[in-house]
């Protein structure tokens, strides 16, 4: 009778330590203690117990993300003799060599994979040719392209999106263009993250004007523009200092009802306050603010730098030509000009404000050297 309680009691006793240990996995993952997590799982593996993969491709993760890649491949290792590693797990681990540099070792997984049968989908895919092409490498992309065709994958928007902007980068708009007929010849429908990366490439290209009518398109290709598309053209736009140009587009932009944002009034005053127009800027910051947007600090910089600019120069105007007592427009106090750099920027000022020198330090000098001693002067020199 004691016997069979025994053999009763001893499976939920394991099941509870196993438990146990896949909680301290669990929280040592979450905290970031990857080396932690790593002898965990080998204790675990060394027990007899079964390993969770979910856990196994959290760590995989955590490990390639700290720089600790050969650890992420001694997990995979561990996974693939103790249990069943997905495809998930072996994405993880093929995305931590493409940031590592390692691209020789990432397509080495692939090989790894089909041995386990697990063929690589899609995002295997995806995350080799978006490193080729992150690297400029667009020719190995390509040959992905006809390696992903061949494993009988169908290429998302996602792969299109990734080679067209290589394409914009290294062969220019004409191949970016070929990307996107054939993107839609297999039946894939470009969204606004497509269509945006086309913008960019042609207002890179100083091809702002065609970026436009690109954009007014969108509509026909049965895709409404969004404030990410307009906010690109209007960037490219205002790179050529053509602000009016910039207004206009805002305009459509609320014709149409897509609500500017907070990146799209600054982009404008920023170029408002470099062409001296405050203002209108002025007029834009009251705006943005009357439709419920918070400005930032990318919003008011440009008003600020551009107002003190502004003032700046009537003062230095003012101290160096005029010669007269003048009043200080940010401190709101007098200051009485005893002398001036005739060469230089500079004046020397009295000014009697405690306000003014509160929290000014005097300059301090070394010790300096007696004019009369020559030994002293000698050793200056």
């Known amino acids: 009778m004691a016997s069979a309680e025994a053999k009763t009691t001893q499976p939920q006793t394991l099941d509870s330590k196993e438990s146990h240990y896949m909680k301290l996995l669990s929280r040592s993952c979450k905290a970031g203690k990857f080396n932690e997590s790593l002898y965990f799982l080998e204790y675990m593996v060394g027990k007899g117990y079964k390993l969770d993969v979910i856990l196994c491709t959290k760590l995989i993760k955590g490990l390639c993300s700290s720089r600790s890649v050969d650890k992420a491949v001694r997990v995979?290792?561990?996974?693939?003799?103790h249990g069943e590693p997905d495809v998930f797990a072996y994405n993880a681990l093929v995305s931590g060599f493409c940031k590592a540099g390692r691209i020789e070792s990432a397509i080495e997984v692939l090989g790894r994979m089909k041995s386990r049968r697990c063929p690589p989908d899609i995002v295997t895919y995806n995350i080799l040719i978006g490193c080729f092409c992150t690297r400029g490498k667009l020719d190995l992309a390509l040959e992905a392209l006809d390696r992903l065709l061949d494993d009988k994958c169908q290429p998302t928007v996602v792969t299109f999106t990734i080679l067209i902007e290589a394409a914009l980068l290294q062969g220019g708009i004409g191949d970016a263009m070929k990307f996107l007929d054939?993107?839609?010849?297999?039946?894939?429908?470009?969204?606004n993250y497509t269509y945006t990366a086309i913008i960019r490439g042609l207002c890179r290209e100083g091809m702002v004007d065609a970026a436009y009518e690109f954009l007014k398109s969108l509509p026909s290709r049965e895709c409404d523009p969004d404030v990410m598309s307009y906010n690109v053209l209007l960037r490219?736009?205002?790179?050529?200092?053509?602000?009016?140009?910039?207004?206009?587009?805002?305009?459509?932009?609320?014709?149409?009802?897509?609500?500017?944002?907070?990146?799209?009034?600054?982009?404008?005053?920023?170029?408002?306050?470099?062409?001296?127009?405050?203002?209108?800027?002025?007029?834009?910051?009251?705006?943005?603010?009357?439709?419920?947007?918070?400005?930032?600090?990318?919003?008011?910089?440009?008003l600020i730098s551009a107002y003190y600019k502004a003032q700046w120069e009537i003062l230095r105007s003012v101290l160096c030509e005029n010669y007269i007592v003048i009043e200080l427009v940010f401190m709101n106090v007098f200051a009485l000009v005893l002398?001036?750099?005739?060469?230089?920027?500079?004046?020397?000022?009295?000014?009697?404000?405690?306000?003014?020198?509160?929290?000014?330090?005097?300059?301090?000098?070394?010790?300096?050297?007696?004019?009369?001693?020559?030994?002293?002067?000698e050793n200056c020199k």
């Open 182 to 191: 054939e993107m839609m010849s297999q039946g894939l429908q470009p969204d």
């Open 339 to 377: 002398a001036r750099g005739i060469e230089c920027d500079i004046a020397l000022l009295a000014v009697e404000s405690e306000e003014f020198w509160k929290g000014a330090e005097p300059l301090r000098f070394g010790q300096l050297p007696c004019l009369q001693d020559n030994e002293e002067l």
């Open 236 to 302: 490219g736009l205002l790179s050529y200092k053509r602000w009016e140009d910039g207004e206009k587009v805002v305009g459509e932009m609320l014709e149409t009802g897509v609500k500017p944002n907070t990146v799209t009034y600054s982009l404008l005053i920023n170029s408002l306050c470099h062409e001296g127009k405050l203002d209108r800027a002025k007029q834009l910051l009251d705006d943005m603010i009357s439709r419920g947007l918070k400005p930032d600090s990318y919003s008011y910089d440009p």
């Open 76 to 81: 995979m290792d561990i996974l693939e003799s």
